[in-house]
Nanobody
Framework: QVQLVESGGGLVQAGGSLRLSCVAS????????MGWFRQAPGKDREFVTG????????YSADSLKGRFTISGGNANNTVHLQMNSLKPEDTAIYYC?????????????WGQGTQVTVSS
């Protein structure tokens, strides 16, 4: 049974930083197969960042590029999301996801999410 477990969320002031982690179990996933999504109150879940099939980082918006960084962990099946210069609009539940086919735009497995709250 595949499980994804996120950690590292919390309350932070605007301008602060948080580092989220995700550990997958039950099968092997390369970092390229994993990504981060978020869902803000009253909004649909949206893609935040992940890796393309060629291993390049991808982002949902240019505004995230200089602030959010996804990286693979030292251990297999682990990815991190470093979030700097956080803004109140970054407040959301952040989800880790993994896909069976790296080239696919669809993710097959999801974590339960970790809450990130940015106060102004």
């Amino acid at each position: 049974q595949v499980q994804l477990v996120e950690s590292g969320g919390g309350l932070v002031q605007a301008g602060g930083s948080l580092r989220l982690s995700c550990v997958a179990s039950g099968r092997f996933f390369s970092k390229d197969a994993m990504g981060w999504f978020r869902q803000a109150p009253g909004k649909d879940r949206e893609f935040v960042t992940g890796f393309s099939a060629s291993g390049l980082r991808t982002y949902s918006a240019d505004s995230l590029k200089g602030r959010f960084t996804i990286s693979g962990g030292n251990a297999n099946n682990t990815v991190h999301l470093q979030m700097n210069s956080l803004k109140p609009e970054d407040t959301a539940i952040y989800y880790c996801a993994a896909r069976l086919i790296t080239q696919s735009p669809n993710y097959d497995y999801w974590g339960q999410g970790t809450q990130v709250t940015v106060s102004s």
